[in-house]
């Protein structure tokens, strides 16, 4: 599943919906896009921020996904690339890394104070599904704007992951992720002459490797241990204070389901558990049904922020409810659920 869910063709989803291009200064000297799919009365609606994961972007097939979904249900959608990712190389001196969660909270201050947008709710895959929870932790119930939290296979504990991607069952995940890495520095290089030493760069062999002379001393970090300690959103799982689900699999292959047995989650009552039999790492491909595609979690999401969003927009696109609504919570057809 984690590998058909991304090659199976899915069309142009987004044609004919709005975009918009959008910067947002989350730190000195540094810029993130967004593609923004407003509403027609945005302020009438609920807006559903999306985050990718690890050498992902806003066009990523899972953010068009999510968002022609979203957007046809009715919400205004925010399709987020972190920092250097989507062809930003240019707008930020750093790289991104697992830890950057304030630069979410930024994007997310900024829809309340500037658009006056009073409800959205945050969706994070992978890397960025860490990066919603760290988020979460770390502002309470301090950030009235976000009224629900939605990770998918978030690495709450990197170093675990690691060492899970590291296994050689895992070689063709772990070289397609090095490969990309290693290209993005290089193209950072090309913009910032001087600040990366590029002859450590083609020597090293992994992803560890990489995060220990590249990511982590970037990020302020001391090491790539240091780095792995400190970025993962375990550490804050308890602090969480928004309604929270968390999607994974147990036969994810680099993120080891049993991470997410720890108390911070099981007795947080914030924190809903959601664990599948089968999935993959952010693939759940199920069976089509006559008012589904094959991307089980998107259906779910959507159904699940359509209950919880609190205030829906007063002017559904086209004048209706999406299908996706009606069987919103209705059981998979090829996946095994457990709560």
């Not at 979460?136 to 296979?153: D, F, K, P, T, W």
């Not at 991470?259 to 924190?271: G, H, V």
Request: aromatic share 8%.
């Amino acid at each position: 599943m984690t590998i058909v869910s991304r090659f199976y063709p899915r069309g142009k989803l987004l044609r004919g919906i709005p975009v918009e291009r959008r910067l947002f200064t989350v730190a000195p000297e540094t810029q993130i896009l967004a593609l923004c799919h407003w509403q027609r009365e945005p302020r009438n609606c609920h807006t559903v921020l999306l985050v990718h994961g690890l050498e992902g972007c806003s066009e990523s097939h899972y953010m068009h996904g999510l968002a022609a979904k979203a957007w046809k249900a009715g919400f205004n959608v925010l399709r987020l690339n972190q920092r250097t990712c989507g062809g930003t190389e240019h707008l930020a001196p750093s790289l991104y890394n697992c830890g950057m969660s304030d630069d979410v909270r930024v994007v997310a201050a900024e829809l309340a104070s500037t658009d006056r947008l009073d409800s959205i709710s945050i969706i994070g895959y992978s890397m960025g599904g860490n990066l919603v929870l760290k988020m979460a932790g770390e502002v309470n119930n301090h950030l009235s704007i976000v009224r629900n939290i939605y990770a998918v296979c978030p690495n709450i504990d990197p170093a675990q992951c690691i060492l899970a991607l590291e296994r050689p069952g895992n070689r063709w995940y772990h070289d397609y992720f090095f490969t990309r890495l290693r290209a993005r520095i290089g193209r950072k290089a090309a913009i910032l002459p001087g600040k990366w030493d590029l002859a450590t760069l083609q020597s090293i062999k992994t992803i560890r490797e990489l995060d220990h002379y590249y990511t982590a001393p970037d990020g302020g970090y001391t090491s790539a241990s240091h780095y792995y300690d400190v970025s993962g959103a375990r550490h804050v799982l308890a602090d969480i204070r928004i309604p929270t689900v968390i999607i994974a699999a147990h036969d994810d292959p680099f993120i080891p389901s049993s991470m997410f047995s720890t108390p911070n989650i099981t007795n947080n009552p914030f924190i809903e558990l959601m664990v599948t039999r089968y999935g993959g790492h952010c693939g759940f491909f199920q069976r089509r049904l006559s008012t589904e595609d094959n991307y089980w979690v998107e259906n779910r999401l959507i159904g699940m922020i359509s209950q919880r969003a609190g205030r829906d927009c007063s002017e559904r696109h086209d004048g209706e409810k999406s299908s996706l609504l009606d069987s919103s919570l209705s059981s998979p057809t090829s996946l095994d659920l457990e709560r």
